[in-house]
């Protein structure tokens, strides 16, 4: 899963390096099953939490681009009414600057809000959280 999205999600002409990378930590297909596991069973805030660095599921050359796609594809519609795990790179966090004139970083307690502010517009709007997301990244792209 993980390396089908680094191909996915890599800007045109960037090595394919990236998506192999994670693999050189030893723990890393235990850490990716146990993530998927997590995200599936507890939700988005527990995943990123332990798979930020120095978390109990942290993958050495996995950053939060790479794994909130990680989580939103393998762990998006687990739980009907648990929130859902959103994708927050680079273009999402240039978005969210833009449209809320407020500071973001890729950090846990901006994930949350992010997560919930997606959350709250979906509502609003009368659509998806992931939709939301897609909308942000075009934003910030």
Known sequence: LHAAIATWGAPPGIAMT????PFGDP??????ADALALVRGEGPMSAYRALTRGGRLWITGLGPSYFTKFM?????????FMPQPLIMDDNV????????GERW????????????LAADWASELDT???V??????????
Not at 93 to 100: F, G, N, Q
């Open 105 to 116: 970083e890729a950090s846990l307690q901006d994930y949350g809000r992010y997560v919930d």
């Open 72 to 80: 939103h594809f393998g762990g998006f519609g687990a739980k009907r």
């Open 132 to 141: 939301i997301e897609w909308k942000l990244f075009h934003i910030g792209s």
């Open 18 to 21: 990236r998506a192999v990378r």
């Open 93 to 100: 966090v240039k978005a969210l600057i833009m449209v809320t």
């Open 128 to 130: 998806e959280a992931d």
């Open 27 to 32: 723990n890393a297909v235990k850490h990716f």
